[in-house]
């Protein structure tokens, strides 16, 4: 059977389904295929927190808006919670947590039967904390179970007309930040900031990690000439509070601080 054929048939088993929405490549194809099998049935929740950039919450909600399906927005003060801002490897553990938590009880007023995330065959070869606070709270993985890798992922969100099927991979802005260094909200301010500049000079698919007075700028290794001709970029990114500014000559690595 085909993965997408498979995964309609799994989410057709669904009542009334909650799509932990954030906007990305995954959640936005599985909130997409959710709303064409189950209609109003369907909808998204995203988690509004400081540690997702506020362009990302836009992008989402004008996505979800695209889709056609509901999103609601549940706001979620991660900083409260004292093992993320502590920073230990079980950061992402604790703020999913907290995050799945808070879905929950929305999703539970909305009359939802399931909540649903959108891990994919591929995360299960990577460090991913989070995923064992999804299990202990219920959330099931539709794509997971489908057998559908990123790859599949981006080649249906494709075919479907979704914009994101290109969409460079997204992540938290505490994952730029060293375990075991405090996570702030000023520290989380100058990071957004940071990739908010790389973006508009041309840099989607960036980090920007932070390491003291050090900023660490990684770019995919073919965008690393492009970064490094533009000399103006280091004196602004300066001006955000960093006395150091390099680029990470291994390019762009998904989880690079693990």
Known sequence: MDKLDFLKQILAGFDRLCVCYSGGTD???????????????????????????????????????????????VVVDALSVPQLRANDKKRCYYCKRNIFGQIAGHAALLGASAIADGKNADDALAFRPGAQAAAELGVVSPLYDAGMTKRDIRRYSR????????????ACLATRVPYDVEVTLE????????????????FPGVRARVHGDLLRVEVPREEIGALA??????????????????????????????
Request: proline share 2%; glycine share 8%; aromatic share 6%.
């Open 187 to 202: 520290l989380l301010g100058r990071i957004e900031a940071a990739e908010a500049l790389l973006h508009e000079a041309g």
């Open 159 to 170: 075919e479907l007309g979704l914009k994101t099927w290109d969409r460079p991979a997204a």
């Open 229 to 258: 001709a533009r000399l103006d970029l280091a004196q602004t990114l300066k001006h955000l509070g960093f006395r150091y500014v390099t680029i990470d000559f291994e390019g762009f690595r998904s989880g690079s601080m693990d």
């Open 27 to 73: 959640s936005a194809f599985l909130l997409k295929v959710a709303h064409d099998v189950l209609g109003d049935r369907a909808f998204g929740v995203i988690a509004d927190a400081v540690v997702l950039p506020r362009a990302e919450l836009e992008d989402a909600l004008a996505q979800a808006k695209e889709i056609g399906a509901a999103c609601h927005v």
